[in-house]
């Protein structure tokens, strides 16, 4: 009788156990903070057209798979600009982080979609201030060219040199 009941309680356990470890790994792929990921769908992805969602804006030249990207913090720390960034859908792929002020666009780094832990993104980006030609506010722009899909997410900073 106790051992049936021992029996019964690491069964239980177990199960419990395979729950958690299947259930996390699976959000972990498929739903990474999709509430604060702007979403394209794909029949806007087909049309070869430009959509824009509050900051974020997406670039779409003619595929039917869904990308996102999202700057998850950008802010100036020690004449920093540093900028993280979680992407969705892309496993590969170029990443290009511009400043944008008076309609003039200066790219600060570049790098390429990577697997960091569990999520892909595009690594943090840490770009001295000194590469802006002036303070005040400006747009970072995240582009993430994905197989020739392009997306891209911006914040706005106040920059003072």
């Known amino acids: 009788m106790k051992i049936k009941k021992i029996l019964t309680i690491l069964i239980a356990l177990l199960a419990a156990c395979i729950f ?3 259930g996390f790994k699976n959000i972990d792929k498929k739903n990474i903070n999709h509430n604060a990921i702007s979403k394209t769908t794909s029949q806007e992805r087909a ?6 969602k509050g900051e974020n804006t997406t670039v779409n030249k003619s595929t039917t ?3 996102y990207v999202k700057i998850i913090n ?19 792929g170029d ?19 990577i697997l960091d832990g569990n999520n892909y993104d595009c690594g943090i980006f840490n770009v001295p201030i ?17 197989g020739g899909d392009l997306v891209s997410d911006s914040e706005v900073l106040d920059v003072n040199l």
């Not at 049309?47 to 824009?52: D, E, G, L, V």
């Not at 920093?80 to 992407?87: Q, R, Y």
């Not at 000194?130 to 994905?146: A, E, N, P, R």
Request: charged share 10%; proline share 0%; aromatic share 4%.
């Open 65 to 67: 798979q869904n990308i």
């Open 47 to 52: 049309t070869n057209s430009t959509t824009t």
């Open 20 to 22: 958690i470890f299947f």
């Open 130 to 146: 000194i590469k802006l030609s002036s303070s005040g506010q400006w747009t970072i722009k995240l582009t993430v060219d994905s």
């Open 74 to 92: 950008a802010l100036v720390v020690q004449n920093t600009i540093h900028v993280g960034n979680i992407i969705n859908g892309a496993s590969s």
């Open 95 to 113: 990443c290009k982080l511009s400043a944008i002020k008076d309609n003039n666009e200066i790219v600060l780094s570049t790098s390429k979609v």
